[in-house]
């Protein structure tokens, strides 16, 4: 799956459960005045798909790292225990085995979500274009 096919499945899963009438648990990012971006944030976390940062906000004026991308994919997929299980050593040579979103960058390389650069690195803080 390329990356501008893993993109389209996320966007059309938070299409479709923007659609979906469904109640979710309320969720206050503080950092979102918006109140459809705040619905989508809110339906996205309740589905583990995105966290926000330790600090309560969402970041949703943030640009997207590739190991961010990486963690949204696999969750999307539904792939987060595998991630868990997967967390550790990379083939990379700038992703540290305790990097934080190591387990994604190897699953996602995995299933051909995401690849790493021909120099052998990853490029986890490159910004997702």
Request: aromatic share 10%; hydrophobic share 45%.
């Amino acid at each position: 799956m390329t990356l501008k096919k893993a993109l389209v499945a996320i966007t059309v899963v938070a299409m479709l459960f923007g659609m979906v009438g469904t109640a979710f648990a309320a969720t206050s990012f503080p950092d979102i005045t918006d109140s459809k971006t705040a619905a989508a944030a809110t339906r996205l976390n309740a589905l583990g798909i995105v966290k926000g940062y330790d600090n309560g906000n969402f970041g949703a004026a943030d640009t997207v790292t590739r190991a961010q991308f990486a963690a949204i994919a696999v969750r999307a997929l539904n792939l987060d225990n595998a991630a868990t299980y997967a967390k550790g050593a990379t083939k990379f040579s700038d992703v540290s085995a305790d990097y934080w979103a190591s387990g994604y960058v190897n699953i996602a390389t995995q299933q051909g979500i995401i690849n790493g650069y021909p120099d052998g690195n990853f490029g986890p803080e490159d910004k997702v274009t």
